[in-house]
């Protein structure tokens, strides 16, 4: 069957939805190409299961913090780990259903399943049906990395893909790979009480590129689960177990939780049919502002185009993308970069990289430890170390990396804070409620002010107590 639509979007994950919402608005004339379950990567396997666990791995954490605190006989809890899956499935399912409730369900012949591919640049084979479309939005995702060596194993090896999925978790896992998911879900499995052993081939773990910090992650991590760093692992099997090798260690586990990244999923797409370069991934050129690739009708958002694979990012890359479809293009301006690695404390970057700064004589980190902050102390979170990188010119906030108690939160302010242009000076001008993680903040923003070594012309600093938080006396 033949086809003709004026946009068609390949992918309803959440870059190809937040795509639709604005090809909508100006036209019914599109068609919605997805293969695999629907419901989008973050819903169904990504940020929100495993904000589940982690969810539920901290409150059995906290037990051991409840004897010295007066809450008695916290050695009789324990933890069923097919139930904690369990309930990390219906908030998955409620969450899924919402998705597919709202997005998919209405749009009725406008969705078509199956794998898109492209015959030219105004056409796509999906199933037998051939679809030309004016413009066209990849929005396809990105899958885990999977070596094909383990394929004789496979069912010892579980990616992001399969763990929710598991009725039940043997009592030793290894982790390949403490990026941002490896770290976040080692260290919740680990707190679930599952022996772990995660190896990681880099020095620097959870993304981290700042060395104070990482330092700071790994000796926190080290004191709840094995990990080694700087080495490639091999696996293989061993009777009924994996063995994980690595430099001069060995060790058994009974499965292997496969974290080593995610690759865009543009193989499928034969975009070698579309007449341009591609770099040696298999990747187009694409503009970041525009989402177009090179002066092709096709534009990539999300995870599909590689270059900032998170949820808000695929959202905002959606939305240029959709817009630019049905309007006369615009190029948009992209909003400060933010990740946050959800382990305790939370791990986050904002704004420039350290390497991007470290070499950089214009500019001066500010430094504050968690270690003796008042709310951490009261919340037993006193543990963590915040960097912030400041122009030492004008004070303007260029970019932190954190692993501290509510860095969440600290992120988002950090990073408003340099969406609006503004200094440390202007942010040691708002007020910080006590006793709050906040007051580590300021306590950062005290440090970079005391290293800039000058006081802004008219700013006049309410007088501060050197000894504790801000609002201490
Ligand atoms: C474990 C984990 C935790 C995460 N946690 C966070 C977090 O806390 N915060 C955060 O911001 N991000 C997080 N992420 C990342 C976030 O989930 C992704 O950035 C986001 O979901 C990407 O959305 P997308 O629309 O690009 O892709 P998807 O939602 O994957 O959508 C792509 C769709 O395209 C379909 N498709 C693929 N190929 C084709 C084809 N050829 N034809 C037709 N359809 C095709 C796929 O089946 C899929 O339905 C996490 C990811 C993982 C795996």
Same mark, same amino acid.
């Given at each position: 069957?033949?086809?003709?639509?004026?946009?068609?979007?390949?992918?309803?994950?959440?870059?190809?939805?937040?795509?639709?919402?604005?090809?909508?608005?100006?036209?019914?004339?599109? &068609?919605?190409?997805?293969?695999?379950?629907?419901?989008?990567?973050? $819903?169904?396997?990504?940020?929100?299961?495993?904000?589940?666990?982690?969810?539920?791995?901290?409150?059995?954490?906290?037990?051991?913090?409840?004897?010295?605190?007066?809450?008695?006989?916290?050695?009789?809890?324990?933890?069923?780990?097919?139930?904690?899956?369990?309930?990390?499935?219906?908030?998955?399912?409620?969450?899924?259903?919402?998705?597919?409730?709202?997005?998919?369900?209405?749009?009725?012949?406008?969705?078509?399943?199956?794998?898109?591919?492209?015959?030219?640049?105004?056409?796509?084979?999906?199933?037998?049906?051939?679809?030309?479309?004016?413009?066209?939005?990849?929005?396809?995702?990105?899958?885990?990395?999977?070596?094909?060596?383990?394929?004789?194993?496979?069912?010892?090896?579980?990616?992001?893909?399969? &763990?929710?999925?598991?009725?039940? /978790?043997?009592?030793?896992?290894? @982790?390949?790979?403490?990026?941002?998911?490896?770290?976040?879900?080692?260290?919740?499995?680990?707190?679930?009480?599952?022996?772990?052993?995660?190896?990681?081939?880099?020095?620097?773990?959870?993304?981290?590129? *700042?060395?104070?910090?990482?330092?700071?992650?790994?000796?926190?991590?080290?004191?709840?689960?094995?990990?080694?760093?700087? $080495?490639?692992?091999?696996?293989?099997?061993?009777? *009924?177990?994996?063995?994980?090798?690595?430099?001069?260690?060995?060790? &058994?586990?009974?499965?292997?939780?496969?974290?080593?990244?995610?690759?865009?999923?543009?193989?499928?797409?034969?975009?070698?049919?579309?007449?341009?370069?591609?770099?040696?991934?298999?990747?187009?050129?694409?503009?970041?502002?525009?989402? +177009?690739?090179?002066?092709?009708?096709?534009?990539?958002?999300?995870?599909?185009?590689?270059?900032?694979? &998170?949820?808000? %990012?695929?959202?905002?890359?959606?939305?240029?993308?959709?817009?630019?479809?049905?309007?006369? +293009?615009?190029?948009?301006?992209?909003?400060?970069?933010?990740?946050?690695?959800?382990?305790?404390?939370?791990?986050?970057?904002?704004?420039?990289?350290?390497?991007?700064?470290?070499?950089? *004589?214009? @500019? /001066?980190?500010?430094?504050?430890?968690?270690?003796?902050?008042?709310?951490?102390?009261?919340?037993?979170?006193?543990?963590?170390?915040?960097?912030?990188?400041? +122009?030492?010119?004008?004070?303007?906030?260029?970019?932190?990396?954190?692993?501290?108690?509510?860095?969440?939160?600290?992120?988002?302010?950090?990073?408003?804070?340099?969406?609006?242009?503004?200094? @440390?000076?202007?942010?040691?001008?708002?007020?910080?409620?006590?006793?709050?993680?906040?007051?580590?903040?300021?306590?950062?923003?005290?440090?970079?002010?005391?290293?800039?070594?000058?006081?802004?012309?008219?700013?006049? %600093?309410?007088?501060?107590?050197?000894?504790?938080?801000?609002?201490?006396?």
């Amino acid at each position: 069957m033949k086809r003709e639509v004026k946009v068609a979007i390949i992918g309803a994950g959440s870059a190809g939805l937040y795509a639709l919402s604005q090809v909508r608005k100006e036209t019914d004339d599109y &068609l919605l190409i997805n293969s695999g379950p629907y419901g989008t990567t973050c $819903a169904r396997v990504g940020c929100m299961p495993s904000k589940s666990l982690i969810r539920i791995a901290e409150y059995y954490h906290d037990r051991l913090n409840f004897e010295k605190s007066g809450i008695k006989h916290s050695d009789a809890l324990e933890v069923s780990i097919p139930d904690v899956l369990q309930r990390v499935r219906d908030h998955r399912d409620l969450l899924v259903k919402e998705n597919i409730n709202h997005s998919i369900a209405r749009l009725g012949d406008k969705v078509l399943a199956g794998k898109a591919q492209f015959l030219d640049a105004n056409t796509l084979k999906v199933n037998n049906d051939e679809i030309r479309a004016e413009k066209i939005i990849i929005a396809t995702g990105s899958s885990p990395i999977f070596d094909p060596a383990w394929e004789t194993f496979k069912e010892h090896i579980l990616t992001t893909d399969e &763990l929710f999925e598991q009725k039940d /978790l043997p009592p030793t896992l290894g @982790v390949l790979g403490l990026g941002v998911a490896g770290l976040e879900l080692g260290q919740a499995l680990a707190r679930l009480g599952i022996k772990i052993t995660a190896v990681h081939s880099k020095e620097f773990i959870g993304g981290l590129s *700042d060395p104070d910090v990482n330092k700071v992650m790994i000796e926190l991590c080290k004191k709840e689960f094995d990990i080694w760093l700087g $080495a490639r692992a091999q696996l293989s099997k061993v009777g *009924d177990k994996i063995k994980i090798k690595s430099a001069e260690r060995e060790i &058994l586990v009974d499965k292997v939780l496969v974290s080593i990244g995610r690759k865009p999923n543009v193989d499928a797409l034969k975009l070698e049919n579309l007449g341009i370069v591609l770099d040696k991934r298999g990747m187009p050129n694409f503009n970041p502002q525009t989402m +177009q690739i090179e002066d092709l009708p096709i534009y990539i958002a999300g995870d599909a185009n590689g270059n900032r694979p &998170l949820l808000h %990012e695929a959202a905002d890359e959606g939305r240029i993308a959709g817009y630019n479809v049905v309007h006369p +293009q615009k190029t948009f301006k992209r909003k400060v970069p933010m990740g946050v690695v959800f382990t305790d404390p939370n791990i986050a970057f904002v704004g420039k990289d350290y390497k991007e700064i470290k070499d950089d *004589d214009n @500019v /001066l980190t500010g430094s504050y430890s968690f270690h003796n902050q008042g709310r951490a102390i009261l919340m037993n979170k006193n543990a963590g170390i915040a960097n912030l990188y400041v +122009q030492k010119s004008d004070g303007k906030l260029l970019g932190a990396q954190i692993a501290v108690p509510g860095g969440e939160h600290l992120a988002h302010h950090i990073a408003w804070t340099m969406e609006q242009g503004l200094s @440390v000076y202007d942010m040691m001008k708002l007020p910080f409620y006590h006793p709050t993680f906040e007051e580590g903040l300021y306590m950062l923003l005290r440090d970079c002010m005391k290293k800039l070594g000058i006081k802004k012309e008219g700013i006049v %600093e309410i007088p501060f107590s050197e000894s504790g938080d801000n609002n201490q006396y």
